[in-house]
């Protein structure tokens, strides 16, 4: 493998670089204690298996009771993780320790297709100052976290299929991907594209190459299909949306526009990544670059569509162009030196590397300087919640507070953003919206007594969400405000109208 002919000096750079972007992640993260408000869902399986040993497989905070189907792995291996250290320490540390393994795997997938350490520390260095990957992965615990780096990680096995070594490497990576996040159907595809494309421009395949795409394939369906059968049986094809309600799913992709891509992956990946594409699928047959030409177009395709969440498609396909982005820095200083103007070679160079700082670096730092996660507010009022309301009493609050919620006060939730195996999700939304929106007294207590509402928790959060500035109802008799600290206000519901 390209471990072997690295240079000791390679090695060190890469070492330090490793270190540097974990340094740098970990500062970060601690800056705010708290964690991005889905991440409370993964939050609450891991602090379930560290305390019981087992996996959660039915949530009775959340909806009145509902299953919750998850693949185990990255959950299981975090919760022993924490039998050994502070399970604080260890949500807050392991998720940017993974992480940091993507410029690391970035180095290795670029220095293997072009053999110039330069370009590969060059795409490394992009990949570490993606503001889609810096930012949006600071405050989560979500399984991409590990799902991201193993995935690119397969794909650079895949480059030294040919030794009997990688194949078992290969053939175990894929495995614990299956089990880790749903993302690996990305790689499928990705796999399928790569046919395609060689046998469109006639390359030969590898027989271990051709093997090991169509097991990949076999492994990840069957592993599906074991955990999300039922889950399966229950939507059908709506499972590959997650269920989710298109109001939901609208609203995830209203704001997307190209420019805000440009600002989400950065202008010199995007920009590189387009160039090698455009280059090595039209004019120069390159193999080794086909797989992540294939990757990228796979995840534009899933966006277009809108068959995966924006956050997510952003994440693979920046990494992508990282990566395609090498061999174009490759391309262009050795088209440089043909030109009349060669002996400006070093200062063009130099230029393609300062720009990475005011269009990487500032703009990705600025903005993991201003985001945010749970507010202070908001976990205050929650942990009040845990201590001042009966322990059967329901919540209602915005959906994306609703794991938070549970989380930290154990308190049971109208509706949160995990929509699988739900029957009413449409309904409940909508009715959810309703609660907060309408200007009727008599329909917000027949919402609450649909839902049996004790307690409303009403944030600055839901009030940008529903752009409310109060509840309309709120001076009625039947809403008495218990809580009122730092922009939160919390109600109790004092009628509510049943309704057979």
Same mark, same amino acid.
């Given at each position: 493998?390209?471990? &072997?002919? #690295? ?5 060190? @750079?890469?070492?330090?670089? *490793? ?29 379930? @298996? ?42 807050? $540390? ?35 100052? $993606? ?5 949006? &992965? ?16 397969? =794909?650079?096995? /895949? ?17 614990? =991907?299956?089990? !880790? ?5 990305? =790689?499928? !595809? ?8 060689? #046998? ?15 097991? +990949?394939?076999? $492994?990840?369906?069957?592993? #599906? ?12 094809? %709506?499972? =590959? ?6 109001? !939901? ?61 924006? +956050?997510?498609? /952003?994440?693979?396909?920046? $990494? ?7 061999? %174009? ?6 088209? /440089? ?6 002996? *400006? ?36 009022? #929650? ?9 059967? +009493? ?41 609660? /907060? ?27 940008? %969400?529903? +752009? ?33």
């Amino acid at each position: 493998m390209f471990f &072997t002919t #690295m240079k000791k000096r390679e090695v060190v @750079i890469i070492g330090l670089l *490793f270190i540097a972007v974990f340094l740098l992640r970990i500062y970060f993260a601690f800056k705010n204690p708290h964690f991005s408000y889905d991440s409370y869902f993964d939050f609450r399986i891991i602090e379930h @298996i560290a305390e019981t040993g087992k996996l959660l497989t039915f949530d009775h905070l959340a909806y009145g009771g509902r299953p919750v189907i998850v693949l185990p792995l990255f959950y299981y291996l975090l919760g022993l993780l924490a039998w050994l250290f502070p399970l604080q320490l260890v949500l807050k $540390v392991a998720p940017q320790l993974f992480l940091s393994f993507i410029p690391v795997i970035v180095f290795l997938i670029v220095g293997k297709i072009t053999n110039e350490s330069n370009a590969a520390f060059f795409s490394a260095l992009l990949s570490v100052f $993606v503001p889609v990957i810096f930012v949006d &992965t600071l405050y989560s615990l979500s399984p991409i976290t590990l799902a991201i780096p193993l995935l690119f990680f397969i =794909l650079f096995i /895949f480059l030294h299929i040919e030794k009997e070594t990688s194949v078992l490497f290969f053939v175990l990576v894929i495995t614990a =991907l299956s089990l !880790i996040h749903p993302s690996g159907i990305i =790689l499928l !595809i990705a796999f399928l594209g790569y046919l395609l494309v060689s #046998m469109i421009e006639t390359l030969k395949l590898e027989k271990a190459e051709v093997e090991l795409i169509f097991f +990949s394939i076999f $492994v990840f369906l069957w592993l #599906m299909f074991i955990f999300y059968k039922r889950a399966f049986l229950f939507h059908g094809l %709506a499972l =590959l949306q997650q269920n989710i309600p298109q109001e !939901i799913v609208s609203r995830y992709f209203t704001h997307i526009s190209f420019t805000g891509a440009l600002v989400q992956i950065g202008l010199l990946p995007f920009f590189g990544g387009v160039f090698a594409i455009y280059k090595y699928l039209f004019n120069i047959k390159n193999k080794s670059l086909y797989m992540y030409i294939s990757l990228a177009i796979s995840v534009t395709l899933l966006l277009w569509f809108r068959l995966i969440q924006p +956050s997510l498609g /952003f994440i693979f396909l920046s $990494v992508c162009l990282c990566i395609l982005s090498g061999p %174009a820095y490759v391309f262009l200083i050795r088209y /440089f030196k043909k030109t009349r103007i060669s002996h *400006f070679a070093p200062f063009f160079t130099l230029v393609i590397w300062l720009l990475i700082i005011p269009l990487m670096v500032i703009p990705t730092l600025y903005l993991a300087a201003q985001k945010g996660s749970l507010s202070p507010p908001v976990y205050d009022a #929650m942990i009040w919640l845990q201590t001042h309301t009966p322990e059967d +009493s329901v919540v209602l609050a915005a959906p994306h507070e609703g794991h938070a919620l549970a989380a930290l006060s154990d308190r049971k939730t109208v509706i949160d953003d995990y929509f699988l195996l739900i029957t009413d999700a449409e309904e409940r939304l909508n009715d959810v919206t309703r609660a /907060f929106t309408t200007p009727f007294a008599t329909e917000a207590a027949k919402l609450f007594g649909k839902y049996d509402v004790d307690y409303v928790l009403f944030s600055k959060e839901a009030k940008a %969400a529903y +752009s409310i500035t109060y509840l309309a109802y709120k001076n009625e008799d039947c809403m008495n405000e218990v809580y009122n600290q730092n922009g939160v206000v919390i109600f109790n519901t004092r009628c509510r109208i049943k309704i057979t």
